[in-house]
């Protein structure tokens, strides 16, 4: 069962800083993908920061500059600075993966929990 778990959320200054974690585990072959989206409440999830496999990183408008997404794949982990915090980045924030599971070579999807992140002014 694959599984990706988050981690380093909380309460925070505006302006201040925090890294966000993500473990994924579980019977996978190979990931292709790691992204961070984020849901503020009572909005569509969107995309943060992606990290693929081949190719550059991108970011969110909103992310550049200010957000750096770095990945580890031999622990299959993927993390997210995110410095000059902002009350508008308050959000649950899900790690995402694209990834193959063990004997199969399809790409599916799969989301962490969500760890929520509060800025406060």
């Known amino acids: 069962q694959v599984q990706l778990v988050e981690s380093g959320g909380g309460v925070v200054q505006a302006g201040g800083s925090l890294r966000l974690s993500c473990a994924a585990s579980?019977?996978?072959?190979?990931?292709?993908?790691m992204s961070w989206y984020r849901q503020p409440s009572g909005k569509q999830r969107e995309l943060v920061a992606r990290f693929p496999s081949v190719g550059r990183t991108n970011y969110a408008e909103f992310a550049k500059g200010r957000f750096t997404i770095s990945r580890d794949n031999a622990k299959n982990t993927v993390s997210l600075q995110m410095n000059s915090l902002r009350p508008e980045d308050s959000a649950v924030y899900y790690c995402c993966a694209l990834l193959s599971r063990s004997g199969s070579s399809s790409l599916d999807v799969y989301w962490g929990q969500g760890t929520q992140v509060t800025v406060s002014s």
């Open positions: 579980g019977g996978i072959s190979s990931i292709n993908t």
